[in-house]
């Protein structure tokens, strides 16, 4: 089985960076990068001194009990979506949490864990062995931030 590491979609990237709120219904902040800043849609790191957007962002199609929302970067001028069966060039931290939903969008529970970073595409495929699990969110193992969505491929 292959994989697709899945960015946030280019006509919401494009809406924020043209100034639409943001889920919580703010303005996206606008920041210079520091050190270490993913863009959820190139899924590379910002360069640092570049300008970014911080904002709010829920990863689903509609609010749900399962619908969790949390803060991310995106680069403030437009970037071509990243993606693909490879790991993604901004995974730098030792690892991260992944956690598989339905096709209802809720968690398919006993899919969740800690892994490595050198195992995201193992774990990955592995829990796309479950009929159920229908995409899967990489999450900070740190801040619990919304990484990107995975595929399958």
Known sequence: ???????????L???????APDANGLLPERQVAGAGCPCRHCLKMIPEGAGM???AHRPFPSMQPYAELGPIFLCADPCEAGGGAEL???FTSPDYILRGYSAADRIVY???????????AVEAEARFADAEVAYLHLRSARNNCYQCRIDRG
């Open 1 to 11: 089985m292959t994989i697709r590491f899945s960015p946030i979609p280019t006509d």
């Open 53 to 55: 957007l911080v904002l």
């Open 110 to 120: 006993g899919t969740g864990a800690v892994v490595a970073t050198g195992q995201i």
């Open 88 to 90: 993604p060039a901004m």
């Open 13 to 19: 990237v494009r809406a924020l960076q043209a100034g």
